[in-house]
């Protein structure tokens, strides 16, 4: 069965009328990233970013060359800590939350 609506198109509608979506998936990002899933958390900041405004307004946020933020965020990227905390920060900044990450306990 075909989807009928664009995913991407939907986050983006989501999180301009939801800031506790939005909000959620910044923690699920940060989350993800805590509990060793840095694939999972930079597809979801690259979400995220699509869906505030932007690659280039990253860039201008973070002084970082848009094309290198999006390689960061693909799903082969890999962000130095120092970049990926300014791409946290700039997220968050721009959704005005904070970050709470939870971890998994093992059983």
């Not at 995913?7 to 983006?12: A, L, P």
């Not at 800031?19 to 979801?44: C, H, Q, W, Y």
């Not at 995220?48 to 082969?76: I, Y």
Request: neutral net charge; charged residues 25%.
């Amino acid at each position: 069965m075909a989807l009928t609506r664009d995913f991407k198109h939907t986050i983006v509608e989501r999180v301009d009328r939801d800031p506790a979506f939005a909000k959620a998936m910044l923690d699920e990002a940060a989350t993800s990233f805590l509990n060793g899933e840095p694939d999972v958390a930079r597809l979801i900041l690259r979400d995220l970013v699509n869906a505030t405004g932007g690659f280039e307004q990253l860039a201008e946020l973070t002084h970082k060359p848009s094309k290198s933020l999006h390689r960061m965020l693909s799903p082969k990227g890999n962000p130095s800590m120092d970049s990926l905390a300014a791409i946290f920060g700039a997220v968050s900044s721009r959704l005005k939350v904070g970050i709470e990450a939870h971890t998994i306990e093992a059983s």
